[in-house]
């Protein structure tokens, strides 16, 4: 679209007034539940350009989605979204902080009923409301594109989780991914969702962070646990959830088999929530992730949960930062994971625990059982400058290097790894490569330095999307060579040219 065009159609003789919705079975998209009571009923023979009425069906699908989003902001009185029309046909719109308010958004429910192209939509804080939701859950029962939906931070309130509510257990959405959080939700709506995930299927994650639930929400979400068997990802970090509502949350998930990743930091679970989450985590083989950070977990806690971490075969990942552990707790946890030789613990984060040397001794001791194991924690007492600095090497020059002296590429070394020698590892198998591989050898620290600069949000380590070795050896005087595998693919890898033995100038 040019700047100098025009977001707002040319009208003739316009009226001052905002024409009223038509009352008729035709009335375009999402319009006819959305009347306001008391609204006028305009007579038959009365036409007018703001009106959205389709004589012909068959219009529904040849009205350009430009002019179709025109004539709904048109018709609800707002200024039309330059952004949202010149991204009408990518596969993400980020429509984030644009002060849509109820109406705003209901042109751009009106716009979206046909749109085949968007698959994910930003709409927090936008100030939506109840009748924002209202027009966005019915575009959704006719769009069967969009899968992701971003609707935190609108105030949504009881009545908002109502009307989401009623959606979910229709199950008719293409809708995978759902952001709720900061909705000034609270035990009523918590309710409310128990009741529509104990019926949907359909949604895989779910996002209810930054809401006001309390022990009794957390008794409705248990039951919603207990029940559902859709959701595999659930965010309920800062909540207000204490022992009696970590008691429930923990039994429902003593039933649950599909859920694979848990947020449930920022609450006050205390060490009688981490006694129910221990129960859970001994007979629970679906998590793989969970998150307890800044729950007043004291090594009493911790012991319950390492108790359950000696026969748990399914956790990856345990968040435990920001707790009051010592370093008696933090030597309980990784003790624990020797004793499990089925184990696929891949990461411990105690990083607000300050540990000794004897502590890292302990740790090699159990990592030259579990290679695949990282533990974050502070600091080592009494570590000299030296011997961090050691610790720190830069772990691609040391890569490069060999590389270098083997006229092989990176590539080709990070290729060596993989037994099946494809592009992709997991993060897990990856740090185990790393660990037991004696052509390059590196310490747990750097093989965690190397883990932040190639791995992907999806926990895979994706070597074809770094192009390391390739750009490098098409380097000459003045830049690298405009050949697909550029530097710009190692600036987003958070590769810098002082990460390697080579200079760009």
């Known amino acids: 679209m040019d700047n100098d065009e025009p977001l707002e159609?040319?009208?003739?003789?316009?009226?001052?007034?905002?024409?009223?919705?038509?009352?008729?079975?035709?009335?375009?998209?999402?319009?006819?539940?959305?009347?306001?009571?008391?609204?006028?009923?305009?007579?038959g023979g009365e036409s007018s350009e703001t009106d959205l009425e389709i004589e012909d069906t068959e219009k529904l699908f040849t009205t350009g989605q430009r002019e179709l989003y025109l004539e709904a902001c048109k018709l609800v009185g707002?200024?039309?979204?330059?952004?949202?029309?010149?991204?009408?046909?990518?596969?993400?719109?980020?429509?984030?902080?644009?002060?849509?308010?109820?109406?705003?958004?209901?042109?751009?429910?009106?716009?979206?009923?046909?749109?085949?192209?968007?698959?994910?939509?930003?709409?927090?804080?936008n100030c939506i409301m109840e009748e924002g939701t209202l027009s966005?859950?019915?575009?959704?029962?006719?769009?069967?594109?969009?899968?992701?939906?971003?609707?935190?931070?609108?105030?949504?309130?009881l009545k908002g989780a109502s009307t989401i509510s009623e959606f979910l257990q229709r199950n008719t959405s293409s809708l995978l991914n759902l952001q709720?959080?900061?909705?000034?939700?609270?035990?009523?709506?918590?309710?409310?969702?128990?009741?529509?995930?104990?019926?949907?299927?359909?949604?895989?994650?779910?996002?209810?962070?930054h809401n006001e639930f309390s022990d009794k929400g957390g008794e409705h979400l248990g039951q919603m646990l207990a029940l559902n068997i859709g959701l595999q990802s659930l965010d309920l970090s800062w909540n207000h959830f204490h022992t009696r509502g970590a008691v429930a949350l923990c039994n429902g998930l003593r039933a649950n088999v599909t859920l694979q990743k848990l947020d449930l930091s920022m609450n006050?679970?205390?060490?009688?929530?981490?006694?129910?989450?221990?129960?859970?985590?001994?007979?629970?083989?679906?998590?793989?992730?969970?998150?307890?950070?800044?729950?007043?977990?004291?090594?009493?806690?911790?012991?319950?949960?390492?108790?359950?971490?000696?026969?748990?075969?399914?956790?990856?990942?345990?968040?435990?930062?920001?707790?009051?552990?010592?370093?008696?707790g933090a030597t309980l946890l990784i003790l624990s994971i020797k004793r499990n030789p089925k184990s696929k613990m891949e990461e411990i984060d105690i990083s607000n625990v300050l540990v000794s040397e004897q502590f890292v001794k302990i740790l090699d001791g159990v990592c030259a059982i579990h290679p695949q194991l990282d533990v974050t924690y502070k600091a080592v007492q009494g570590f000299s400058a030296k011997k961090e600095l050691l610790l720190w090497t830069n772990p691609m020059k040391l890569i490069q290097s060999y590389a270098d002296q083997h006229q092989i590429t990176v590539i080709d070394f990070f290729k060596s790894l993989n037994p099946n020698g494809r592009m992709m590892m997991s993060v897990g198998d990856f740090r185990k490569a790393m660990i037991q591989q004696d052509k390059v050898p590196m310490n747990p620290y750097q093989v965690r330095e190397l883990i932040k600069k190639l791995a992907e949000k999806t926990g895979m380590v994706n070597f074809s999307c770094w192009c390391l070795g390739g750009a490098l050896r098409i380097m000459k005087p003045g830049g690298i060579k405009n050949c697909g595998l550029c530097y710009g693919s190692i600036k987003t890898a958070k590769f810098s040219?002082?990460?390697?033995?080579?200079?760009?100038?």
């Open 9 to 43: 159609p040319e009208t003739k003789d316009e009226p001052e007034t905002e024409p009223a919705a038509q009352n008729s079975d035709e009335t375009f998209y999402c319009e006819a539940e959305a009347s306001v009571a008391g609204e006028k009923e305009k007579p």
């Open 268 to 328: 006050g679970f205390g060490n009688e929530g981490a006694t129910a989450l221990g129960e859970v985590l001994r007979l629970n083989n679906s998590l793989v992730y969970i998150d307890i950070s800044s729950n007043d977990i004291s090594n009493e806690g911790v012991i319950k949960i390492s108790k359950g971490l000696e026969f748990n075969e399914s956790l990856k990942v345990l968040k435990l930062f920001l707790n009051p552990v010592s370093m008696d």
């Open 497 to 505: 040219p002082d990460d390697f033995n080579v200079s760009l100038a």
């Open 78 to 125: 707002v200024v039309p979204v330059s952004y949202f029309i010149r991204n009408m046909e990518e596969s993400y719109m980020n429509l984030n902080h644009h002060g849509l308010g109820p109406s705003g958004t209901k042109a751009i429910a009106i716009a979206l009923v046909s749109n085949t192209s968007i698959v994910t939509l930003e709409l927090a804080d």
């Open 136 to 157: 966005l859950v019915q575009m959704l029962q006719e769009n069967y594109y969009l899968q992701d939906l971003n609707i935190s931070n609108n105030d949504l309130g």
């Open 180 to 209: 709720l959080s900061g909705n000034n939700f609270k035990d009523e709506a918590a309710e409310l969702f128990c009741q529509a995930f104990s019926a949907n299927y359909r949604i895989k994650t779910l996002d209810l962070s």
